[in-house]
């Protein structure tokens, strides 16, 4: 018998994956779910050191509303993910039952604070730090799949840019997605971020997460485009002295070759995340021939982040 006095509204969609396939499930998740699609690091409490420590796995789930559109959804979704194994085997779907008035608690529940580096305390918007925090606080609203905080390549980026941040100096964030790292700049004193994607949502949600972190306006130019658009003069400025790339590998190659090096100042510095270890050569590669030398390595399980210079002629 149907449970009419609680009856079920959503349907979260799970899956569970490896670092390699992250990316591309989240983005064919996305296509179906309603209010953004969750990717995190899974984790799984240790007994004998009392923390939840990282499996190695990557979850990713959004939810599904429960009307006549369900079914239709599903199967979209399903062929979706059948076309995309045809690449590479898939981790199974799994559909899971949400109540109307436990749906948004139960999405909230899935972001808590995340304490990056020695000073960086990501923060819900819903959620306030203790009293006595003495971290920097980035407070996002999760509306994406990535730019969260969650997800390692986010958090590599962070950790980079905490180690070779210059306060005072601009700061050039191309594929700003939630703004998150843009927003990080700031609270750690740069003087100026231009932050640019070709996505309007990313910028919508920039835009937004700007405002929960009382951004002056003056501080964060958010506008669309990439590497092209910035060197033709776009925006209020060309160089920076950081500049920040969490993007796709793929995506880093090709924006090498329409001139990214060109973005970063003599003597600068260019952060970049996204990579997968089996990315690492050709982007290496794609860097060293734009004149850049590696001065730092970070990994998150099968994720690398880099550090790179520009020299100062």
């Keep these: 018998m149907a449970n009419t006095e609680n009856p079920v509204h959503w349907i979260e969609a799970k899956l569970i994956t490896n670092g390699e ?101 990501i923060m819900p918007a819903w959620m306030e730090p203790a009293k006595d925090e003495t971290r920097l606080v980035v407070r996002i609203n999760p509306a994406m799949a990535f730019g969260t905080g969650t997800h390692p390549t986010t958090q590599l980026c962070l950790r980079l840019m905490e180690a070779h941040f210059t306060p005072g100096s601009d700061v050039i964030d191309v594929g700003c997605g939630s703004g998150i790292l843009s927003i990080a700049a700031l609270l750690m004193g740069a003087s100026h971020v231009l932050a640019v994607d070709i996505d309007q949502d990313a910028l919508t949600s920039t835009q937004e997460n700007t405002a929960l972190n009382f951004i002056e306006q003056q501080q964060m130019e958010v506008g669309s485009g990439s590497v092209e658009e910035i060197l033709t003069g776009r925006f209020t400025i060309k160089q920076a002295p950081l500049v920040l790339v969490n993007i796709l590998a793929a995506t880093i190659v090709r924006l090498f070759e329409l001139g990214l090096a060109e973005l970063v100042s003599p003597n600068g510095t260019i952060l970049l995340s996204g990579i997968l270890e089996n990315q690492e050569v050709e982007v290496l590669q794609s860097a060293k021939t734009a004149g850049l030398k590696t001065i730092n390595r970070l990994t998150d399980g099968d994720w690398v982040g880099l550090t790179m210079k520009k020299s100062a002629i």
Excluded at 81 to 101: A, D, K, R, T, V
Aim: charge should be negative; aromatic fraction near 8%.
């Design 21 to 121: 396939l992250a990316e591309a499930l989240a983005e064919v998740l996305g296509r179906f779910v309603d209010n953004g699609v969750v990717v995190e690091t899974e984790t799984r409490f240790n007994p004998k050191t009392q923390e939840n420590e990282p499996t190695g796995n990557i979850v990713i789930y959004g939810y599904l509303p429960a009307d006549g559109l369900l079914e239709e959804k599903q199967q979209k979704l399903e062929e979706a993910l059948w076309h995309l194994g045809m690449i590479s085997p898939l981790p199974p779907i799994h559909y899971h039952p949400i109540q109307e008035e436990n749906w948004m608690a139960v999405w909230k529940t899935h972001y808590q604070p995340i304490r990056i580096g020695e000073n960086l305390l």
